[in-house]
């Protein structure tokens, strides 16, 4: 049986489905576009004051003004 982690980091069979909703920052955002480490649905994440867009490669990263060069 192959194993994987799942999104709470347990190892666990590994399926289809078992990393389809996890948070994607940058999934449907545009290189440069603001972007936040928190997923919006996680009410325990706790966000900074950082400023953040998505890079060219779809990261969320520190928005340096140079992301998309």
Do not use: H, W
């Not at 950082?50 to 969320?60: A, M, N, T, Y």
């Amino acid at each position: 049986m192959i194993k994987a982690c799942d999104p709470d980091g347990m190892c666990v069979a590994e399926t289809e489905e078992l990393c389809v909703n996890i948070y994607d920052p940058c999934g449907d955002k545009l290189c440069g576009q603001q972007c936040t480490i928190c997923d919006p649905e996680d009410p325990d994440c706790v966000e900074d004051d950082v400023l953040r867009g998505c890079s060219i490669e779809g990261f969320c990263v520190l928005d340096n003004g140079f992301l998309c060069r």
